[in-house]
Every structure is written in structure tokens, then in C-alpha cells.
């Protein structure tokens, strides 16, 4: 089964795909083309992880973590398929990072990985955006950097668990303008799904319509205003998003956006010490 969730006359309505249309649960039917699409899952959390591809340690030199680390986005994050992804004025570096994004389907508290399937509702494509001009401010929370409005998009629809899984193996890529960015597979996975839910649950319990983004692979790049992004997993519609100038005053209190090493590092994966030369040497614009 496809689950769409839609805005009609203003308000939410969740419906099911069929024959190209999406047969609305409250009565009525919306056209595929003609549809308004909202994220397909209303979380109480979103929960990342930090490196689960093979890939992209390899990418960064790094070593491989003993257990995975994760961090948390707001549900306000959240974007449709064919939204608008807004890149605010006078930054630069808002990467795409194509992901698979299991949503929960009932509580899970202590659940064995080998029973964590069994609390799924369903799968989608996903685009956990990052504007890493913000780098410098977070000190490691990721707030800033993946935390605002509209930065995951999500969808078009959820595909039930009982339709696809990742078990029997997957394809998942990424495109900026019909171009391929990224692509992978389940040889390149580190954790799955199973031990990402099963790990979380542990001491964090995960409730029906909660989200976990389970990782994106190498060569997350910086994305320009009027780019088109789609994320596709084989199996699962693929995701759309295009890019726009966010004209927006962000001075004030706070940290401002800046080109730090850091940033340089993680938004074009240039190696550590010569991302620290380039911003002592003023080369980082």
C-alpha cells in the first residue's frame, strides 16, 4: 500500500494511491499531478544518524565508529514532495544528503533487532538538507545546520513495510538536475535499519509516526538556487525538491553564517588540515 498525505481545502488528508490518483480516506480523490503533497508521516521525533556508509568515512578518511551516533531534527523540518527547498541570502553551502527514512508504526521500547520489522509502518525517500554556513554555531548539536523549516524533505508517499523493505537489499540515488550525485547500496551499509531501531529504542521510546533517517552515502554537495534535487530508492517514488533564494534578514542575536573550516570539511569533504589552511589563508570564498 501507498499512504499520500495532501492538503486539500487548506486541511491535511491522508489517502491511498491507486490508478494514479490518490482515493482520499475522508472520501474524494486528488490527481497525482494536481496534488498538494505534505510530508507522509506526523512524527513526535526525528531522529538522524551521523555516519552509517562505508563510502562516506572513506570520503572524510575516517575511521569507522564502534556504534552509531545520532542527532535530532525538529518536526517542523519537514517538507512535501515537489516543495521548495530555501537556501537563505548570503550563504552557500546547503548540501543534499539522499537517505532512506523508516517511520514507526507502533511503540517500540526494547525491541530486538530481528523484531524491529514488525514496528514499521513503512519506508521513503528522504533529503536530509544541511546548511553547513552554521557549522561554526552548533557545537555538534546540528541544530542550526539541519534544523530549519523545510530542511527534510520527504516522500511522495510511504510505502508500507509490508510492500518494500530494505531486507532483500536496495538501490538508492540522488540526482541535482537529472545528474547523478550519489548512489548506493546495501553493500555499502554499515548498520541497518534493524539495529539503528533497535539501538535508539533502548532508552528513547519511538512512538507511531516517528521518524529515523538511517544515513547518506559519499558525496553530499552543496546544492544552487534553482537546482532541481530528486532522491530516488528502487522500489519507492522517487522525491522532488527545487531550490530557492530565501531572501531573509538573519542578523540579530546569535551566531551569524560563516565559511569555517569545518564547514569546508563537511560540505565538500576537503581533508581537515586543508580546509584549516584555506580559511588562515583567506582562500575559503
Not at 486541511?11 to 490518483?21: F, I, K, N, Y
Not at 569507522?64 to 525538529?74: I, R
Not at 548539536?141 to 530542511?151: A, E, P, W
Not at 541535482?176 to 551499509?189: I, M, T, Y
Amino acid at each position: 500500500m501507498r499512504r499520500a498525505r495532501v492538503l486539500v481545502d487548506g486541511a491535511p488528508a491522508w489517502g491511498t494511491v491507486e490508478d494514479g490518483e490518490i482515493r482520499l480516506d475522508g472520501g474524494g480523490s486528488v490527481g497525482w499531478e494536481d496534488a498538494a503533497f505534505l510530508a507522509p508521516a506526523e512524527p513526535t521525533k526525528i531522529i538522524a544518524v551521523h555516519l552509517t556508509y562505508r563510502s562516506r568515512l572513506e570520503e572524510y578518511r575516517a575511521k569507522t565508529p564502534p556504534e552509531p551516533s545520532y542527532f535530532m531534527k525538529p518536526p517542523t523540518t519537514l517538507n512535501g514532495h515537489r516543495g521548495e527547498l530555501r537556501r537563505p541570502s548570503g550563504t552557500r553551502f546547503l548540501n543534499y544528503e539522499g537517505e532512506i527514512a523508516v517511520i514507526v508504526g507502533r511503540e517500540m521500547k526494547g525491541v530486538r533487532p530481528e523484531d524491529a520489522h514488525a514496528y514499521v509502518a513503512g519506508f521513503a525517500p528522504a533529503n536530509d538538507v544541511g546548511l553547513h554556513d552554521f557549522r561554526h554555531a552548533d557545537r555538534g548539536s546540528m541544530l542550526r545546520v539541519k534544523g530549519q523549516d523545510g530542511f527534510l524533505p520527504l516522500g511522495p508517499v510511504m510505502v508500507t513495510a509490508d510492500e518494500w523493505t530494505p531486507d532483500a537489499g536496495f538501490r538508492l540515488t540522488t540526482r541535482v538536475n537529472g545528474e547523478v550525485v550519489q548512489r548506493a547500496d546495501q553493500d555499502d551499509l554499515i548498520w541497518d535499519y534493524r539495529y539503528q531501531l533497535a539501538d535508539l529504542c533502548r532508552t528513547i521510546t519511538l512512538s507511531p509516526g516517528d521518524i529515523v533517517l538511517t544515513g547518506t552515502p559519499a558525496n553530499s554537495r552543496p546544492m544552487d538556487v534553482g537546482d532541481t534535487v530528486e532522491v530516488e530508492v528502487e522500489g519507492l517514488p522517487a522525491l522532488s525538491s527545487t531550490v530557492v533564494e530565501w531572501d531573509v534578514d538573519l542578523t540579530g542575536p546569535g551566531d551569524q553564517p560563516e565559511t569555517s573550516a569545518n564547514t569546508l570539511h563537511v560540505a565538500l569533504a576537503i581533508p581537515e588540515d586543508e580546509a584549516e589552511r584555506r580559511v588562515a589563508a583567506g582562500e575559503a570564498d
